[in-house]
């Protein structure tokens, strides 16, 4: 079996802070960290391979320096990484990022997985995964909570929903994102991550995986942010309620309802 | 991707809305959704269609007309046992390249956040997950998008002007549904589900439905958290009871609480546990150390319940609530009618 | 832990490189270097467990990797409950192998990427969140008469909570208390020694000039520019506590070390 897992190098955006001048996000200091939803895509992938055996690969797109997010994926088992990283890949968003993972994994070749963290924390916006799956047209499943089985040619998975789970069978080739329920992503070892600073990883460009430039970075985007700005101030005031607590309780309930919560 | 010129951007009308069915029955979220397009369509003078695609819907369409749809397309699918994002996709493909709607809104729910990112890759369309906003350029039908961005950090505004349709999802309940008119009418059209939609090596083999309240503090709209003022892990009972009530509800926790074993570490809300971003944050007997702070003071609507008015929680809330939870909170309970 | 007192023995504070270190390499030998200085000056170094939720690599497996020696009376291990089950169990058993003994067991700091232990890894039933009671029943089940646990105590918290926790650590089998960072007489610490008059308490001495790092621990807002002389501050809690040990907490190992040779006096 020949698994792929796309990461990605996010800013770790609990330290996120806004210049009060230009409104824009502060890049400089911010650390990057390994988004950590992917952490239970490569823990998963390992695991895969550790049962069924075959080789796991870990691809991300982004600068230079998002090899240290591919160098910690190797450091917990991962068996090899490559980095897609060009100045013409820069300005991507999500339709074009999937565009360009997609001709990466066609380039490897004889991928029979690809799993995905079901977000990442800096945009949360979900739609990579299920992006590959369609350029790719191969068949998806998103929210994975369990891989209940997994042979040469099909896969069976438990799909989270807001109402519960399903149960779905389907083809390889596939694409799956997975939630944090699936696993428990183990911490990378001192002795693997001092193996993992050895290892050779290749970049990749355009040209490497035959991109359509019409279709990468910032002319391959059909969205363009147009604003950034701080969000709109928290409130004003408090509303005080006092009183018995049957009083409280109904005055509460009343606020709960004007705004359509219960 | 080659832009659209203005002719072609012409083509593209009406303002659609993908309904969100479960077990046979229209989500709120779709009503949500349909009274958030009536506004753009009304200032494009144009229509909204709903998209319905599942099985024995037929009769309960006229509810979307009452919430403002001038239109429901149908795509009856007696066979489906479940979602099947690739079927969906080919069905929403379809009816785009026909219908060519300049606005497709989804509810970003986990089925809306599976099948809309498919759609728009296989449509080449641009689409902005999560908004918080929407409004539209009358003139040129641009859709301003507005969502967070870097955990709540920053809004973004997004445009997707040189390709339509341009498409948006929602999360549940963060459009205010508008009030149903029942008088209101409109069209159905009926479309047929093709062979070549069913996706044949996919199948759902079981669904399950869980009435257990959601415990993800992520994917929650509501989260109802409880600190050290919660006594022991009774009070936690209560919580979930009252999440329960609630419906979509997640329970959090303060560190002080997960420390003295009272809910499990899943459940921290802080610093060094979750950072949550919901709709509504109602904190139970928390006293707002600074890092439980920062890991829930980008909800929009915080509701604090305490004895004590004067902690750093009851000064950050919207709303606090000065008293005993432990009679505030049965009390509700029981005002809240048993969904 | 009693003649770690008598003897005038300093815990200093360790930390171990964490997992995002760019330059691991010179980290760990950084690492090396202060734990040997520990060593030598006959100390007894206290090497933390992802302290505040940040992930860092394990004080046993640098040890075994740099092949550090280890002098029993010398070394303590932080060991918090964020941790698989399989991790904690090769925690403690090259602990015993290598010959550490002292064991400082906490609650700890989690993170979006630290495992937690689950009351089950530990046999626990009675609760819903492994804290560090659970933990401190588990070692003493499963390896005894190895370890001697300690456990943190935390005058900044509510004092009945607090004081209520450590009557159930102390019964869980901890045998040695440190606090929370004084900066002065602390009456809850006060009453902590009154209560517990056979159990050997070691103060943490805050180290750093940067006071205001402690707002959080505390529980108020430090103002940034507080003037904060360590050396001093810890010279008075010598005078203050007699009768405990001292945790050097964030120590400068170039500016301060030299200092310190001549306070416990």
């Given at each position: ?5 796309c990461?990605k ?24 960290i ?12 390992v ?20 090899e ?10 991962v068996?090899?990484a ?5 100045r013409a890949?820069?300005g991507?968003?999500t ?8 001709k990466?994994?066609?380039k ?7 799993i ?15 992006g ?5 047209d ?5 929210y994975?909570m369990?891989v ?16 519960g ?16 329920d ?6 990378p070892?001192l002795?693997?991550?001092l193996a ?7 970049v ?8 359509d430039?019409s279709?990468?970075?910032l002319?391959?985007?059909p ?14 005031s408090?509303?005080?309620i006092?009183g ?8 509460l ?6 705004r359509?919560?219960v | ?7 072609e951007r012409k ?6 809305v993908?309904a969100?069915i ?17 506004t753009?369509a ?15 819907i ?5 509810s ?5 749809a001038?239109?429901?397309?149908l ?16 069905i929403?493909k379809r ?8 606005v ?25 997950a999560?908004?918080t ?12 998008q507005?969502?967070p ?6 809004m ?29 009418a409109?069209r ?9 939609d069913s996706?044949k090596?996919?199948q ?11 415990y993800?503090?992520a ?5 109802i958290s409880?600190g ?5 892990p009774?009070?936690f ?7 329960q ?16 074993g ?27 150390q ?14 604090a319940i305490?004895k ?7 000064q ?21 009618p048993?969904? | ?12 504070e360790v930390?171990?490189p964490?997992?995002?270190?760019e330059k ?7 690492f ?8 030598d ?23 075994e990797?740099?092949?550090l020696?280890v002098i029993p009376?010398?070394?303590m ?12 169990d ?5 602990c ?5 003994m002292?064991?400082?067991?906490i ?12 009351p ?5 039933t ?9 933990l ?10 190895t370890?001697v646990?300690?456990?943190a105590?935390?005058?900044y ?9 450590m009557e ?11 606090t ?7 009456e ?9 008059p056979?159990i050997?308490v070691?103060v943490e001495a805050?180290?750093?000039r ?5 707002s959080?621990a ?6 940034e520019?507080?003037e ?12 203050l506590?007699?009768g405990?040990g ?14 310190i040779?001549?306070?416990w006096?």
């Amino acid at each position: 079996m020949k698994i792929v897992v796309c990461i990605k190098q996010v800013p770790a955006t609990n330290d996120a802070k806004i210049d009060p001048e230009t409104k824009r996000i502060i890049r400089e200091g911010m650390k990057a960290i390994l988004n950590p939803f992917d952490t239970y895509a490569v823990e998963e992938g390992v695991q895969l391979r550790d049962k069924f055996g075959g080789e796991v690969i870990a691809l991300s797109m982004g600068p230079p320096k998002a090899e240290a997010s591919l160098r910690e994926a190797i450091s917990v088992g991962v068996d090899r990484a490559i980095l897609l990283s060009d100045r013409a890949f820069g300005g991507s968003d999500t339709w074009a990022t999937s565009y360009v993972l997609a001709k990466a994994i066609e380039k490897i070749g004889d991928v029979d997985l690809v799993i995905c963290g079901k977000q990442a924390i800096d945009g949360d916006t979900a739609q990579v995964g299920p992006g590959i799956a369609a350029h790719l047209d191969w068949l998806q499943a998103t929210y994975v909570m369990a891989v209940e089985e997994i042979s040469s040619s099909s896969i069976r998975v438990k799909r989270m929903h807001e109402d519960g789970y399903d149960i779905c069978e389907m083809s390889l080739p596939a694409v799956i994102t997975v939630v944090k329920d699936i696993n428990i992503p183990r911490v990378p070892s001192l002795k693997g991550r001092l193996a993992s600073n050895k290892c050779e990883i290749p970049v990749w460009k355009p040209d490497d995986i035959n991109a359509d430039t019409s279709k990468i970075g910032l002319n391959g985007s059909p969205t363009r942010v147009v604003k950034i700005q701080p969000p709109p101030p928290r409130h004003t005031s408090t509303k005080k309620i006092e009183g018995s607590s049957i009083e409280c309780a109904q005055t509460l309930l009343r606020e709960l309802k004007l705004r359509s919560i219960v | 991707m080659i832009a659209f010129t203005d002719a072609e951007r012409k083509k593209y009308r009406n303002i659609w809305v993908v309904a969100e069915i479960l077990f046979g029955e229209i989500q709120p979220v779709t009503y949500e959704l349909t009274g958030a397009a009536r506004t753009l369509a009304d200032l494009r003078k144009s229509e909204v269609w709903v998209v319905v695609m599942g099985s024995d819907i037929e009769g309960k369409l006229e509810s979307l007309f009452a919430y403002g749809a001038d239109v429901a397309i149908l795509v009856d699918n007696p066979g489906s046992s479940g979602f099947v994002d690739e079927t969906e996709t080919k069905i929403m493909k379809r009816l785009i390249i026909k219908y060519k709607p300049e606005v497709v809104i989804c509810g970003a729910t986990t089925r809306g956040r599976a099948l809309i990112p498919r759609v728009s890759v296989m449509t080449h369309c641009g689409l902005t997950a999560d908004c918080t906003g929407l409004s539209i350029d009358p003139e040129n039908g641009d859709l301003l998008q507005t969502r967070p961005a870097f955990g709540g950090n920053v809004m973004a505004t997004i445009r997707c002007s040189n390709h339509r349709p341009q498409m948006a999802t929602v999360r549940p309940r963060v459009m205010k549904s508008p009030e149903p008119d029942p008088g209101r009418a409109g069209r159905i059209i009926k479309e047929d589900m093709l062979t070549s939609d069913s996706e044949k090596i996919k199948q759902i083999i079981d669904v399950f439905h869980s009435t257990e309240t959601a415990y993800n503090l992520a994917d929650a709209q509501i989260i109802i958290s409880g600190g050290r003022g919660m006594k022991g892990p009774e009070g936690f009972k209560l919580l979930k009871q009252f999440a329960q009530r609630v419906g979509g509800a997640a329970v959090g926790a303060s560190r002080a609480a997960v420390d003295s074993g009272w809910i499990p570490y899943a459940h921290q809300v802080g610093q060094t546990g979750q950072t949550v971003q919901t709709k509504v944050y109602i904190a139970c007997g928390i006293s707002g150390q600074i890092q439980h702070l920062v890991g829930m003071q980008s909800c929009d609507l915080i509701i604090a319940i305490d004895k004590n008015p004067d902690t750093p929680m009851m000064q950050i809330a919207d709303i606090a609530v000065v008293g005993d939870l432990f009679e505030i909170i049965p009390e509700i309970i029981r005002e809240i009618p048993n969904l | 832990m009693i003649h770690h007192i008598r003897n005038k023995i300093y815990h200093v504070e360790v930390l171990p490189p964490k997992q995002d270190s760019e330059k691991l390499e010179k980290d760990l030998e950084i690492f090396s270097n202060k734990y040997l200085r520990v060593m030598d000056s006959g100390y007894c170094a206290c090497v933390t467990d992802n302290a505040m939720g940040l992930l860092s690599f394990q004080g046993t497996e640098i040890i075994e990797e740099l092949d550090l020696p280890v002098i029993p009376e010398q070394v303590m291990i932080h060991l918090n409950t964020f941790h698989t089950k399989d991790d904690l169990d090769n925690i403690l058993n090259l602990c015993k192998t290598k010959g550490i003994m002292y064991l400082l067991i906490i609650t700890g700091d989690g993170s979006e990427r630290l495992p937690k232990l689950h009351p089950s890894d530990v046999g626990a039933t009675d609760v819903e969140s492994v804290t560090s009671v659970e933990l401190l029943k588990y070692i003493n089940r499963e390896y005894p008469d190895t370890f001697v646990l300690g456990v943190a105590f935390n005058p900044y918290e509510p004092e009945e909570h607090e004081l209520e926790k450590m009557e159930r650590k102390i019964k869980a089998g901890a045998t040695f208390i440190i606090t929370q960072p004084l900066i002065e007489r602390n009456e809850i610490v006060d009453r902590l020694l009154e209560k517990y008059p056979g159990i050997p308490v070691i103060v943490e001495a805050w180290m750093s000039r940067k006071l205001h790092l402690l707002s959080e621990a505390v529980g108020y807002e430090i103002p940034e520019n507080t003037e904060f002389d360590p050396i001093s501050t810890l010279k008075m809690l010598h005078k203050l506590y007699p009768g405990c040990g001292v945790y050097l907490s964030l120590l400068g190992f170039k500016t301060q070390y030299d200092l310190i040779k001549d306070t416990w006096v």
